[in-house]
């Protein structure tokens, strides 16, 4: 079992912060859980909230080694340019530096909402939605001439049937081949975007729908190109 960094108990439930494990009461003690995941809105907020955490840590008498850990743990996205962070609401957060960014994924759970997601956004525009195409219409005017209404009207039924089971056949191909590509390109946890590598970053939001996205595109890369490409989708809210 794990003990505290700061009181050396055995820890049942835990905060952790870089290297270091805290138990529930020296975790509320530096109010950790205030901090620890590092989504600051910018760097004078990451500022003053480590100032804030570190004469904290002074006022309760923590051992300088864990002052120093601290220290550190704020000090390395200094050092990275640390500019912002979002959370998308939508199961990522979006943290930003002045060479990279980091795109999280929270958990399984998540990911699997994001692949609907990115279902929704990747449906194909151009998919005929009439119900019949000219081919049918042209077909359904010699009926008329032909053969008389009834027998109309059992063609178009049909034909629209029958269409209709095919989109649906190939939209279920579609979902199917989507979700074992995107098992592949949405990692759960945190994914570093190095900007050198990406050529683009294309922004979408309509106040048609809940959801928006940023879309990394790398170098290379085809924008059209959806499964190659990083993602960060946000609710627009």
């Known amino acids: 079992m794990k003990k505290c960094s700061v009181c050396n108990k055995p820890v049942i439930l835990k905060t952790c912060f870089d290297k270091e494990t805290l138990c529930t009461q020296c975790s509320k003690l530096l109010n ?7 989504e600051f809105d910018s760097i004078e907020d990451l500022l003053q909230t480590k100032e804030k955490v570190l004469n904290n840590a002074k006022i309760n008498n923590i051992n300088d080694n864990i002052v120093q850990s601290i220290d550190n743990f704020f000090n390395e996205y200094v050092k990275n340019g640390f500019i912002t962070s979002f959370d998308g ?4 957060t979006l943290k930003i530096f002045e060479d990279y960014c980091i795109v999280n994924t929270k958990n399984q759970s ?9 279902y929704y956004f990747d449906e194909d525009d151009n998919d005929e939605s009439e119900k019949l195409s000219l081919e049918n219409k042209m077909q359904l005017a010699e009926n008329i001439i032909n053969d008389g209404i009834i027998k109309v009207g059992i ?3 049909m034909s629209s049937k029958l269409k209709e089971k095919a989109q649906e056949e190939n939209r279920i191909k579609k979902i199917r081949l989507m979700e074992k590509k995107l098992d592949k390109i949405i990692k759960v946890g945190e994914k570093k975007l190095s900007f050198k590598d990406y050529h683009m970053i294309e922004f979408f939001e309509n106040q048609d729908t809940p959801n928006g996205y940023i879309k990394f595109v790398p170098n290379n890369i085809n924008a059209e190109d959806t499964y190659k490409c990083e993602y960060f989708f946000f609710k627009n809210t």
């Not at 609401?89 to 990522?92: L, N, R, V, W, Y």
């Not at 998540?110 to 990115?118: A, H, M, Q, V, Y």
């Open 110 to 118: 998540k990911k699997n909402s994001l692949i609907d997601l990115f």
């Open 155 to 157: 063609n178009t039924i």
């Open 32 to 38: 950790v859980s205030l901090w620890n995941k590092r």
């Open 89 to 92: 609401k939508a199961g990522q």
